[in-house]
């Protein structure tokens, strides 16, 4: 299985900073990686597809790039509705495999 | 717009099976697939495998293989997964995603989770 390395595992920031998470891939999956925001007690939401495209109605501060094995996630202006774990996910290879999660709280 | 809504939580003892609903509304069922994935408590994402709602198809995950079964009703628009020999560590809450029909990409819609607890 690709296993897929999300670093950092939590971060806490102030609202307006911008954060950035980032995976690697132990293997090349070219661009193919997902991205999704995990609120509490709530299902997770795809932010980011195919590295880079933002997905329908997700707000434009989120941006994702990479290609190959790395990976990075940004959130440009972080707010407080941000609070959240940060999965990134990839399907070059079955089984699909998420990252181990970063968890941000703001400060 | 589009729902999954999948059925309620259930507790299960050890060496039972589950099966967990996933309906659907708001697009065309046959158009895409659904994955299940699920969340052991405070533990990330486990993606346990796809079955596709166009064509029938599946894949699944190799660990649970043996005792998983997908599938998909589209007279009703419900997909369903069955989780055989149950065991203390299958306890999560199990989601259901939307897929791509052919192949697993992402997942753009989510149904709310279903807990499943297997306790003796």
């Known amino acids: 299985d690709i296993q897929m390395t999300q670093s950092p595992s939590s971060l806490s920031a102030s609202v307006g900073d911008r954060i950035t998470i980032t995976c690697q891939a132990n293997?090349?999956?070219?661009?193919?990686l997902n991205w999704y925001q995990q609120r509490p007690g709530k299902a997770p939401r795809l932010l980011i597809y195919?590295?880079?495209n933002l997905a329908v109605g997700v707000p434009s501060r989120f941006s994702g790039r990479g290609s190959g094995t790395d990976f990075t996630f940004t959130i440009s202006s972080l707010q407080p509705e941000d609070i959240a774990t940060y999965y990134c996910?990839?399907?070059?290879?079955?089984?699909?495999?998420f990252g181990g999660g970063t968890q941000v709280e703001i400060k | 717009q589009v729902h999954l809504v999948q059925s309620g939580s259930e507790v299960k003892r050890p060496g039972a099976s589950v099966k967990v609903s996933c309906q659907a509304s708001g697009y065309t069922f046959t158009d895409f697939g659904i994955s299940w994935v699920r969340q052991a408590p405070g533990q990330g994402l486990e993606w346990l495998g796809w079955v596709s709602a166009y064509n029938g198809d599946s894949s699944y995950a190799q660990r649970f293989r043996d005792r998983v079964t997908m599938t998909t009703d589209t007279y009703t628009t419900t997909a369903y997964m069955e989780l055989r020999s149950l065991r203390f560590d299958d306890t999560a809450i199990y989601y259901c995603?939307?897929?791509?029909?052919?192949?697993?990409?992402?997942?753009?819609?989510w149904g709310q989770g279903t807990l499943v607890i297997v306790s003796s």
């Open positions: 996910q990839q399907y070059d290879t079955l089984p699909v495999t």
């Open positions: 995603g939307r897929s791509e029909p052919t192949v697993v990409t992402h997942f753009d819609h």
């Open positions: 195919d590295a880079s």
């Open positions: 293997q090349d999956i070219s661009n193919y």
